[in-house]
Each structure stands twice: as structure tokens, then as C-alpha cells.
């Protein structure tokens, strides 16, 4: 794991990949990557989840881990060629509202891996995938947690931002003392646990679930969490946190 560590990002990436590429994924619609190409910037797997893409000169060990739920769907992806459909994603909605989200708590892009709770992409041509479905697949989150835990150990993170109730859940299977109320899969549920100290593989990270991006679910919760704002101010909090137990 330490030679991974020291590895140029794309090498930390390229290893990631092939450890995902050996998972036995359950019956249940999903898609491996393995064989497809990879966006030049773009969240994990479909991307190498790092901000400055193929650019990057450093995998952010140390850093924030930022969770989506699945990549997509595959007709999204690639075109009926196998091309892909774009090759940058950090200019749509969930990117853009993200970054300004990420830019207004003082956690640099640079430091972030995108990744996803379920590295997978789905069969169809809709970007919401069965979340509840797969929460309730034994085996398939057996492979994702497992997953999560291989990434968490090699980038070692201060903070996990969960984007959703969904990446939330997934976490709450991770930590079930600490995040347990997050397996209720609904936005109260987020206000009820705003952010928590977590330890996995003995080191300590904070926990913080924000809306999706995407939607404009940020009016529903409760203040002082409550629109764009709100949720800008409890990133802050979980950054400032995440500093204080890994000085």
C-alpha cells in the first residue's frame, strides 16, 4: 500500500481501477468500466476523479474523499460506437454548483477525490439509479464497502462529503455506530446527523451529507443548514473539525 501511495496520481488511479476490475459485480443492471474509455476529467471511475483530470500531479492523500452515488447510466456514457459522449463533466450541474459549494468552504478541488458509493454504471438511459435497490443488495454492497475501504486506506482522508442521501446511506453501512441514522435514507435524516466523527481502519475522518448538487433539495432541510448557504456553513464546520483531529 506505501508503494501505491508514493505512485504519480495516475498510477494511485490505474491501480484503483484494476482492483475494481476484479470485483465480481451481482446480477442487478450495473455495468464494469473495464473495457470502456476514461474521460479525461470526470468523477471515478468513469474520470480518474481527480479535479485537474489527466493534468493532476498529485493524488490527494490526506485530503477530502467526495462520494456520488453511481457514475451513470451506460447510454450516457458512450454513444452506440462506444465513444464517448463528453470528455469533460466539471461543466454540468452537478460539478458546478459542487465546486461553488466546495470554493465557498475553503476545500480546494485539488485536494479532493470524486468518487462514487456504487463504481459501477447502470444498464438504461436514466442518471438515477436504484439507490434503495442496491442499499438492499447484501452482496453488492458487501463488494462496494470493500471497495471503499481499499480506497480509504490508500488515500487516508480527513473528510468524506456524502453528495445525497444515498452516498449517506451507503456510509451508514461503512460506520453503522457512527452514522447510523443516515441508513434512514431521507433528507431529515441528514439535519437529525449534520456531520460526525468517524473511525475506520484506525483513523479518524470526519463525516458531513450534503444535497445533491444537482437538485435543488437544499431549500428542504432544516435550518442553520437550509439553502446554499446553510450548507456552505456546515461544510466550513466539518473542514475546521476534520483540521482539528488530524493535527
Not at 491501480?15 to 474509455?37: C, M, Q, W
Not at 444537482?214 to 464546520?237: C, D, K, T, V
Amino acid at each position: 500500500m506505501e508503494n501505491v501511495r508514493g505512485c504519480e496520481p495516475n498510477g494511485v488511479i490505474n491501480h484503483l481501477r484494476n482492483v475494481l476490475a476484479k470485483l465480481d459485480i451481482p446480477e442487478g443492471g450495473l455495468r464494469s468500466f473495464t473495457g470502456l474509455p476514461v474521460m479525461t476529467h470526470g468523477f471515478f471511475p468513469g474520470g480518474n476523479g481527480l479535479y485537474e483530470g489527466i493534468n493532476a500531479t498529485q493524488f490527494p492523500v490526506g485530503g477530502t474523499i467526495i462520494l456520488g452515488s453511481n457514475f451513470g447510466c451506460l447510454d450516457k456514457f458512450v454513444d452506440s460506437q462506444g465513444q464517448l459522449q463528453i470528455l469533460d463533466e466539471r461543466g454540468n450541474n452537478t460539478w458546478r454548483p459542487l465546486l461553488k459549494r466546495l470554493h465557498g468552504a475553503g476545500i480546494k478541488g485539488e485536494e479532493c477525490f470524486f468518487t462514487n458509493a456504487w463504481p459501477f454504471l447502470h444498464e438504461g438511459n436514466g442518471n438515477l439509479g436504484p439507490v434503495a435497490t442496491w442499499l438492499g443488495n447484501q452482496a453488492l454492497m458487501d463488494l462496494c464497502k470493500g471497495f471503499f475501504g481499499y480506497t480509504y486506506a490508500v488515500m487516508r482522508p480527513r473528510l468524506i462529503i456524502a453528495l445525497g442521501t444515498g452516498p449517506a446511506a451507503f456510509l451508514s453501512h461503512v460506520c453503522p455506530r457512527e452514522l447510523g441514522t443516515w441508513r434512514k435514507y431521507g433528507m431529515r435524516h441528514l439535519d437529525d446527523l449534520p456531520m460526525a466523527s468517524i473511525h475506520f481502519q484506525n483513523r479518524a475522518a470526519i463525516c458531513v451529507a450534503i444535497t445533491h448538487p444537482s437538485m435543488p433539495n437544499a431549500r428542504l432541510r432544516r435550518p442553520p443548514y437550509q439553502y446554499e448557504a446553510g450548507e456552505i456553513g456546515l461544510l466550513i464546520e466539518a473542514r475546521l473539525e476534520s483540521e482539528r483531529i488530524n493535527k
